[in-house]
T-cell receptor
Framework: DTGVSQDPRHKITKRGQNVTFRCDPISEHNRLYWYRQTLGQGPEFLTYFQNEAQLEKSRLLSDRFSAERPKGSFSTLEIQRTEQGDSAMYLC????????????FGPGTRLTVL | AQKVTQAQTEISVVEKEDVTLDCVYETRDTTYYLFWYKQPPSGELVFLIR??????QNEISGRYSWNFQKSTSSFNFTITASQVVDSAVYFC???????????????FGKGTKLSVKP
């Protein structure tokens, strides 16, 4: 158990709808990462928070994507006007200590856009 | 540009066989970190090991061992006496310290699916 939980585990939505995912790391995880993983691929970095500050965003994170981490605890990832290409597993990872310490991944949220 | 290549898409072995998973990386950075993660069928990525670019010592942890060679930009992973529970997708990942504004984000390979049959 990595201590990182994600909700929901599965989400099915229709194209054009908005969806929001939640990630709850443990309190010691001052750093939080979001990744996206499509079938047969490795995870791809989306965005990074240090405490409540969003410090890095990937070019993959289009204008339809927004992430927050209020109070530096849980984080949410919202996708507006979903497209079929957004179908993927969305992974959250928490980390503590040095910038290059291991990241602890949650179970992911599998999004299917119909 | 930074890149991680895991050329083996799938490997199938019989229990108790040894198996090596290959990882080749590309980076301009002189300071970087390499990782291996395991993703079992349940889906949750499990951290296995981290190495920094200044430490080329091989590491052994039980049945697992890692061979880091900067000269060939490789960080290979060997499982000795494989077991059915080792069946999973294994990912190699790179994190650069100085380029691309990296904040510790991981660059993953495509993974190698290992099937260990009884």
């Amino acid at each position: 158990d990595t201590g990182v939980s994600q909700d929901p585990r599965h989400k099915i939505t229709k194209r054009g709808q908005n969806v929001t995912f939640r990630c709850d790391p443990i309190s010691e995880h001052n750093r939080l990462y979001w990744y996206r993983q499509t079938l047969g691929q490795g995870p791809e970095f989306l965005t990074y928070f240090q405490n409540e500050a969003q410090l890095e965003k990937s070019r993959l994170l289009s204008d339809r994507f927004s992430a927050e981490r209020p109070k530096g605890s849980f984080s949410t990832l919202e996708i507006q006007r979903t497209e079929q290409g957004d179908s993927a597993m969305y992974l959250c990872a928490g980390a503590m200590g040095g910038l290059y310490n291991e990241q602890f991944f949650g179970p992911g949220t599998r999004l299917t856009v119909l | 540009a930074q890149k991680v290549t895991q050329a083996q898409t799938e490997i199938s072995v019989v229990e108790k066989e040894d198996v090596t998973l290959d990882c080749v990386y590309e980076t301009r950075d002189t300071t970087y970190y390499l990782f291996w993660y395991k993703q079992p069928p349940s889906g949750e990525l499990v951290f296995l090991i981290r190495r920094n670019s200044f430490d080329e010592q091989n590491e052994i942890s039980g049945r697992y061992s890692w061979n880091f060679q900067k000269s060939t930009s490789s960080f290979n992973f060997t499982i000795t006496a494989s077991q059915v529970v080792d069946s999973a997708v294994y990912f190699c990942a790179l994190s650069e310290a100085n380029y691309g504004g990296s904040q510790g984000n991981l660059i993953f390979g495509k993974g190698t699916k290992l099937s260990v049959k009884p």
